[in-house]
């Protein structure tokens, strides 16, 4: 499967973002899905994850309340709503899919990737 992450930008703090990640090659409804950022000179760190059906989500202590993360298999895609940006938000934002259907935060656990998105906020 290939991933598509798009949506990225730069917003001022307290804005909102949507990032998408379109799939294409196969259907994204047996995969487990993941968002992961890396900010400049910092590690890739997990950020928000669902599951095949969209029932159960899993987010990074950091996001929680702010991001939400969605999916429309129908669409093909994944999503990731980013609510009161803060500057310490400002990463390439990666979505990546498990296609074993788990949701896990390793990034190890991640089969596929997309090439990245970067988000800048802005004070």
């Known amino acids: 499967v290939q991933l598509q992450a798009s949506g990225g930008g730069l917003v001022q703090a307290g804005g909102s973002l949507r990032l998408s990640c379109a799939a294409s090659?196969?259907?994204?409804?047996?995969?487990?899905m993941a968002w992961f950022r890396q900010a400049p000179g910092k590690a890739r760190e997990f950020v928000a994850a669902?599951?095949?059906?969209?029932?159960?989500?899993y987010y990074a202590d950091s996001v929680k309340g702010r991001f939400t993360i969605s999916r429309d298999n129908a669409k093909n895609t994944v999503y990731l709503q980013i609510n009161s940006l803060k500057l310490e938000d400002t990463a390439v934002y990666y979505c990546?899919?498990?296609?074993?259907?788990?949701?896990?935060?390793?990034?190890?656990?991640?089969?596929?990737w997309g090439q990245g998105t970067q988000v800048t906020v802005s004070s």
């Open positions: 669902i599951s095949m059906s969209g029932v159960s989500t």
């Open positions: 090659g196969r259907t994204l409804s047996t995969y487990g």
């Open positions: 990546a899919a498990n296609r074993y259907g788990r949701t896990r935060s390793g990034e190890s656990e991640y089969d596929y």
